[in-house]
């Protein structure tokens, strides 16, 4: 095992060191000073690149995870402000559950695997086993010193117990997952949005007084510890690892993730054969643009309509379990109709997530745009206006499937916890949850339009698409601390969602012309 990790930092240097020689030759002043082969030649050169190589892969490694830390401490000072030790360890375990899931590292494709297993032959269970224990405990190092630096306390080794067994134990999920289904959990979408969903629901619980305490982390310390046993057991027990990697790191995958990540979402946004065919009965009646987009959504109904169904049976799910618990929590009622009459805004960011609008604009250009965008009239101002009108219809439907569970839920939950003498209450509840989903809508198909971010492989080439979107999580994010009248907020709501709509088909006949195009 110890040969393995160290012949496989080796191939990870070197291939470190000539592909720093290579992006410095590609400089056109650099590669005047440095003509030939000479710094692949050079020991001297080379040792230098070496250290520089590592102190940078090292500060990468450090900067990264004390954004970690530093994420969990902001949200903890928004969530808990009273007690932020207690808003930490709860948020740290709920992060802990996501990485148990999706920051597994078994199966990850890498250029270091590539040359390792497939190139050079190394034997697949030794090199498994080495980077296994490898980031396991570089994770255990780096999280005990952000834990204890944010808590001065031996509480944190349960936590960090917890964290390390849930890694093994996420490791051998991952690998049944991938045997099962040949992909791996992190491209089950389904479920990695399911998860998500829940875990920020989760971090949410300490607003209504709920919080994962430290004899529960013990209890599942005591739990997880035959589990992970089992589960390394379980990875040890695999011979197919060989195999398992010459699938997952192959040529495309190693040396070029963006294009591996664009073949995911292609295969995303893909449609089946049996879809191609539409009853002829619905395209009745429908002429121009209104049949054209007809004909697409016919087309995609699976992948318009799929994440939209699951996420409206989440939301419903998660509505009657809140019901039933404050069915026996008198405190959890008064907390949640507090939650509800003024923290309205939270469901800003609850929306944000649960919006399709962006797998829908990656299924619009793949399936369509890309194609029809060869053509001149397809950039038409009026063509454009139309189509963005109908689109916008369209989109709005998808996302209203799990906008109206939430819509109808949550005054329903306001009645069960305690109700309200404002009836007006439970008209802007409702409302508040539509024009959101409205909102978003549009607002995903106006940034599509503007910053149309795709090439013709489905590679996101705009930066400024990737800007925006962050912003927009980002103002969703703050709205989180606003403490406003739900009735309030839904009349801001409304004239926001008017006003932006106005404009948006403005400016979008105006300017998409220009900007509507394959990059």
């Not at 520089?52 to 401490?73: D, E, G, M």
């Amino acid at each position: 095992m110890i040969n393995s990790l160290k012949m496989s930092f080796k191939i990870d240097i070197t291939y470190a060191i000539n592909s720093f020689i290579y992006n410095i030759k590609k400089f056109p002043i650099l590669k005047d000073l440095f003509p030939g082969d000479g710094l692949y030649k050079s020991a001297k050169a080379k040792s230098v690149i070496r250290v520089l190589a590592l102190i940078v892969s090292t500060i990468k490694n450090l900067f990264f995870k004390f954004l970690y830390f530093w994420i969990i401490y902001m949200i903890a000072t928004v969530l808990t402000p009273k007690n932020i030790t207690t808003g930490i360890l709860h948020v740290y375990f709920i992060f802990t559950i996501i990485g148990i899931f999706f920051n597994n590292r078994v199966l990850t494709t890498s250029t270091k695997k590539y040359f390792s297993i497939v190139l050079f032959n190394m034997n697949a269970k030794e090199y498994m086993k080495a980077t296994l224990w490898t980031e396991l405990l570089i994770n255990l190092i780096t999280h005990s010193i952000g834990l204890w630096f944010l808590i001065q306390s031996p509480i944190i080794v349960l936590y960090l117990v917890f964290g390390f067994l849930g890694r093994v134990i996420g490791e051998r999920l991952n690998v049944l997952h991938y045997n099962k289904y040949k992909i791996a959990l992190t491209y089950n979408y389904p479920l990695y949005w399911t998860i998500i969903i829940l875990s920020i629901i989760a971090c949410l619980l300490p607003r209504i007084q709920i919080t994962i305490t430290t004899p529960i982390i013990a209890i599942l310390d005591l739990i997880f510890i035959p589990l992970a046993i089992i589960s390394y057991i379980g990875l040890m027990k695999i011979d197919n690892y060989k195999l398992i990697y010459k699938r997952l790191n192959t040529k495309v995958a190693a040396m070029n993730s963006e294009q591996a990540r664009a073949y995911s979402r292609q295969a995303m946004v893909d449609i089946k054969d049996k879809d191609k065919k539409i009853d002829e009965r619905k395209l009745k009646g429908k002429k121009g643009y209104d049949l054209f987009n007809t004909i697409f959504f016919e087309r995609h109904k699976e992948i318009l309509l799929r994440s939209a169904k699951w996420f409206a049976t989440i939301s419903l799910l998660v509505i009657v379990t809140t019901a039933i618990v404050i069915h026996f929590s008198p405190v959890l009622q008064k907390n949640l109709n507090d939650f509800l009459l003024n923290n309205i805004a939270w469901f800003i960011i609850v929306m944000y997530f649960i919006n399709r609008g962006s797998i829908i604009t990656q299924a619009m250009f793949y399936n369509c745009d890309h194609s029809m965008l060869t053509f001149n009239f397809y950039r038409n101002p009026k063509v454009i206006l139309n189509i963005f009108k109908t689109r916008v219809l369209t989109v709005s439907k998808v996302n209203l499937i799990p906008a109206s569970v939430i819509a109808i839920g949550l005054p329903l939950l306001l009645y069960l916890s305690g109700g309200t003498t404002n009836i007006i209450n439970y008209i802007a509840i409702p409302i508040f949850i539509i024009v959101l989903s409205i909102f978003f809508s549009i607002h995903y198909l106006v940034i599509y339009y503007l910053f149309q971010p795709y090439d013709k492989n489905m590679s996101m080439k705009s930066i400024t698409y990737s800007i925006i979107s962050l912003a927009t999580y980002i103002v969703a994010y703050s709205f989180t601390d606003f403490e406003m009248s739900t009735i309030s907020f839904s009349i801001i709501a409304i004239v926001a969602t008017i006003l932006y709509s106005i404009i948006a088909l403005i400016v979008v006949y105006k300017k998409a012309p220009m900007t509507f195009k394959i990059k």
